[in-house]
T-cell receptor, first 112, second 111 residues
Framework: EDQVTQSPEALRLQEGESSSLNCSYT??????LFWYRQDPGKGPEFLFT???AGEEKEKERLKATLTKKESFLHITAPKPEDSATYLC?????????????FGTGTKLQVIP | EPEVTQTPSHQVTQMGQEVILRCVPI?????FYWYRQILGQKVEFLVS????????KSEIFDDQFSVERPDGSNFTLKIRSTKLEDSAMYFC?????????FGPGTRLLVL
C-alpha cells in the first residue's frame, strides 16, 4: 500500500526566512509525485508534478526536488501570502494505476 | 484559464437521504476523480472514472456510492443513504498527464 508522510506538521516562519518541507513516500512504482497548496475551505491547487529521482521544478519562491524515497519543497524568502497547507501526494503502479495517496500536509504560517 | 466547477458549494441533508454532488470537469480531460476530506484530515481517494466507467475505487467507495457522467460535461457522485460519517468536503478533479486539477469542493453536512 502506498504511503506518504509529511513533516513537519506545522511550520512558522518569519517573512524572508527560507526553509524546506519534507515528504517521505513508499510506492509500488512511482508514476508521479505531486505537490499542492491548499487554503482553508478550498480545493488543492496544483503546484508541481515530479516523475523521477533527480528531477527538480521551480515556480516563483518554490522549488521541488525528488529522490527515490523523499521529496522536498524548498521555500525561498517566503511572504505572508505563502501561508497555506502544502500537500504531497503520490500515484503508483499498483491496482488500477489511478489511485492518488495524499499525506496529511504541512501547515505553513509566514509572519510579516 | 479553464477550471473545474462543483455544485452545490454547501449541502445539508438528513441521515438516510440521498444526495447528488455535481462537477463539471475541464473539457478535453479524460480522467475524472472524486475525493473526500473529513474536517482536519487528509484528502482521501474515492473513485476514478475513464471512458464512462469506473477505472479504480477505494475501500471507502462502497455500494452506497455511485458515479455517472450523464452527459458530455457533467460528472456526478451519488450517495444513496447518507450517514453521519459522510459529512466532509467532496472534491472533484480532472486530469491531464497525471496532473489533477481540483474543483472548489462541496461541503456536505449530514444531520
Amino acid at each position: 500500500e502506498d504511503q506518504v508522510t509529511q513533516s513537519p506538521e506545522a511550520l512558522r516562519l518569519q517573512e524572508g526566512e527560507s526553509s524546506s518541507l519534507n515528504c517521505s513516500y513508499t510506492v509500488s512504482g512511482l508514476r508521479g509525485l505531486f505537490w499542492y497548496r491548499q487554503d482553508p475551505g478550498k480545493g488543492p491547487e496544483f503546484l508541481f508534478t515530479l516523475y523521477s529521482a533527480g528531477e527538480e521544478k521551480e515556480k516563483e519562491r518554490l522549488k521541488a526536488t525528488l529522490t527515490k524515497k523523499e521529496s522536498f519543497l524548498h521555500i525561498t524568502a517566503p511572504k505572508p501570502e505563502d501561508s497555506a497547507t502544502y500537500l504531497c501526494a503520490v500515484q503508483g503502479n499498483s491496482g488500477g494505476y489511478q489511485k492518488v495517496t495524499f499525506g496529511t500536509g504541512t501547515k505553513l504560517q509566514v509572519i510579516p | 484559464e479553464p477550471e473545474v466547477t462543483q455544485t452545490p458549494s454547501h449541502q445539508v441533508t438528513q441521515m438516510g437521504q440521498e444526495v447528488i454532488l455535481r462537477c463539471v470537469p475541464i473539457s478535453n480531460h479524460l480522467y475524472f476523480y472524486w475525493y473526500r476530506q473529513i474536517l482536519g484530515q487528509k484528502v482521501e481517494f474515492l473513485v476514478s472514472f475513464y471512458n464512462n466507467e469506473i477505472s479504480e475505487k477505494s475501500e471507502i467507495f462502497d455500494d452506497q456510492f455511485s458515479v455517472e457522467r450523464p452527459d458530455g460535461s457533467n460528472f456526478t457522485l451519488k450517495i444513496r443513504s447518507t450517514k453521519l460519517e459522510d459529512s466532509a468536503m467532496y472534491f472533484c478533479a480532472s486530469t491531464v498527464r497525471e496532473t489533477q486539477y481540483f474543483g472548489p469542493g462541496t461541503r456536505l453536512l449530514v444531520l
